[in-house]
């Protein structure tokens, strides 16, 4: 069930849309999709530009969207590698809204098939049938052919006692190999972290061992969780030809248990 807020501003926003010729289409995609939007939810708009306007619109999208409502701040997405993507907060009442404007040409590559909301001649859903809509999936032997050697960075972090870079190291491996992973193993899209409590609850106490606290021993126990999960998923996930690093596997590792060893009480097998 959609949100009345959320609705409400959906609502303007086509009609400011839909009275600008430079625009063909509207879809939504995120929760809109699988209806669980609910309070704590953004809204995510695709808007299919037609080509020759897309410089323009460009240019003027922050007009565009302060058209659409009450809007405090936005910034472009540079920083997750969508450039085009304009991320906002409107107020009254208070959303998050990300604003991603696509040429008509290229709409159809996309991560999930979204809902179209408007269009006109059909010109989105024609574009749509001509690629299917793929979610990037975790590349195992990239993570392989790196997991050591991240292994053996982290330990290095522990030892030094440089704690808060040893914490964010931990928090890369959760958001970007474990839980991407355990996510694929359950069916899911792999969004980092996301939803991993309802999506995966038989993990949950195992990633909470695995959320550490500026103190050697939490650290260490915490890479030792990840260490195992990672094996773990590797071999669900494995396929015919991946190249496992046993040698640098090993190395890591005792690497690794040599700074738990002398940093920690902890008792390792």
């Known amino acids: 069930m959609i949100k009345t807020e959320h609705n409400n501003f959906i609502h303007k926003s086509l009609e400011v849309l839909k009275s600008d010729p430079r625009f063909v ?26 080509p020759e306007s897309l410089d323009e619109v460009m240019r003027e999208r922050m007009e565009i969207a302060k058209k659409m409502g009450n809007l405090l701040s936005a910034f472009t997405g540079e920083h997750v590698g969508a450039p085009s993507l304009l991320i906002c907060l409107y107020a009254d009442p208070l959303l998050h809204v990300d604003l991603k404007f696509a040429s008509i040409d290229n709409i159809a590559h996309r991560v999930e098939d979204f809902i179209i909301l408007w269009e006109i001649d059909g010109q989105v859903s024609s574009k749509c049938k001509e690629v299917e809509a793929k979610y990037p999936k975790p590349d195992l032997q990239w993570i392989e052919d790196r997991f050591w050697v991240w292994v053996h960075y982290g330990a290095g972090k522990v030892g030094r006692g440089e704690l808060f870079e ?103 097998p």
Do not use: W
């Not at 939504?28 to 669980?36: F, L, M, Q, R, V």
């Not at 953004?42 to 530009?49: F, P």
């Not at 969780?225 to 669900?236: F, T, V």
């Open 25 to 50: 289409g509207v879809a939504a995609a995120g929760s809109y999709i699988t209806k669980e939007m609910d309070e704590y939810s953004d809204i995510d708009l695709v808007i299919a530009v037609k």
């Open 166 to 268: 040893a914490i964010e190291f931990i928090s890369f491996l959760r958001q970007n190999v474990i839980g991407p992973l355990i996510l694929l193993h359950k069916g899911k899209q792999p969004r980092g972290v996301r939803k991993l409590e309802f999506d995966a609850p038989e993990y949950i106490e195992r990633l909470k061992g695995s959320i550490a606290s500026h103190d050697k021993s939490s650290c260490c126990k915490a890479i030792d969780i990840l260490i195992d999960l990672y094996k773990e998923l590797r071999e669900a996930h494995q396929f015919e030809g991946l190249v496992l690093r046993t040698d640098a596997e090993k190395a890591a590792v005792d690497y690794f248990r040599c700074i738990a060893d002398s940093s920690s009480r902890l008792i390792f």
